[in-house]
């Protein structure tokens, strides 16, 4: 009889533990969907494995390869513990001390919170291990000195928590927070000075050097060059298929945002960037590239 009254026990106790690791990831699945990790973190091509790195991305500065953030204990984050990820997410910090680029856009994750992290850090570890090795990025002197970004960080980065608006509540603060932290929109959509890093004053405003060399649009909603003319309907719907308002569809990087990402939330998060994006400041930018010049 107290033997299985011990069996009842340990059943009892397990079982809710177990549903809130399952819940762990399932969460941490959704906020890495928010995050846009696979769409960095997976190579190009029909048989490459999700998050197992190699993701090409050209920039000015040079070429940057994402890599493997699978459990595999070699090649990628098997051996991470949970506060050296956070860390990682926090303040642009490698496993082994060294400094990050921000190409890995902790510039923007350093809002995330806490509670997402961890659920996030739950998903990747959750995921089939792949033996894919990482791929060295092809940078030219001196954005090759990778100690430099000390520097760099000194100048141009600032580390902090998502801090929501005293004045705004609800989808505004939830559509912040997806924008800012989460989906770090402004690390693609605003202009980048010398040093690489975004011009505060430009945010969201779009830039002409997108990954891959491609102009990337304003996104603020300025009647001329920006979303003025869209309204919350079409921003919604275009964050779930891609589809523009005038029956157009998006390309490239930002296609795989919405196929791997934004598409797969909650109708009520996508409203609640859309609300957010609205609320922005208006800025008149029309990004393109420049003429080529005459011989």
């Not at 997410?89 to 680029?101: F, K, M, P, Q, T």
């Not at 109708?267 to 800025?283: C, M, T, V």
Request: hydrophobic share 40%.
């Amino acid at each position: 009889m107290l033997a299985r009254f011990a069996i009842l026990l340990v059943a009892l106790f397990a079982l809710p533990a177990a549903g809130r690791g399952d819940e762990l990831v399932a969460r941490g699945e959704y906020l890495a969907r928010a995050a846009g990790c696979q769409s960095c973190h997976t190579a190009n091509g029909p048989n490459a494995v999700p998050f197992a790195g190699g993701r090409k991305l050209a920039t000015p500065k040079g070429v940057f390869y994402g890599p493997n953030i699978t459990p595999d204990p070699r090649h990628g984050i098997g051996q991470w513990t949970e506060a050296e990820f956070l860390r990682a997410l926090r303040l642009g910090i490698r496993r082994d001390g060294a400094h990050l680029y921000p190409v890995f856009p902790y510039t923007s994750y350093t809002k995330i919170a806490d509670d997402d992290a961890r659920a996030i850090f739950a998903y990747l570890k959750s995921l089939p291990a792949s033996p894919t090795p990482n791929k060295a990025h092809e940078l030219p002197f001196p954005y090759n000195i990778r100690m430099a970004m000390a520097a760099w960080k000194w100048l141009n980065f600032k580390p902090g928590a998502f801090v929501p608006a005293s004045d705004a509540v609800g989808a505004p603060n939830r559509g912040a927070y997806l924008v800012e932290a989460l989906g770090h929109c402004g690390e693609c959509h605003t202009k980048r000075d010398w040093w690489g890093a975004i011009v505060p004053a430009m945010a969201f405003a779009g830039t002409k050097d997108g990954p891959d060399g491609k102009v990337v649009p304003n996104i603020t909603p300025d009647p001329e060059t920006g979303i003025d003319g869209w309204s919350t309907k079409d921003l919604v719907y275009f964050l779930d298929t891609g589809l523009l308002p005038d029956g157009d569809s998006t390309g490239g990087l930002m296609a795989e945002v919405i196929r791997n990402g934004t598409g797969k939330l909650a109708d009520e998060d996508r409203q609640a960037i859309a609300i957010y994006l609205q609320s922005l400041k208006p800025i008149k930018h029309k990004p393109k590239k420049d003429s080529p010049r005459a011989p």
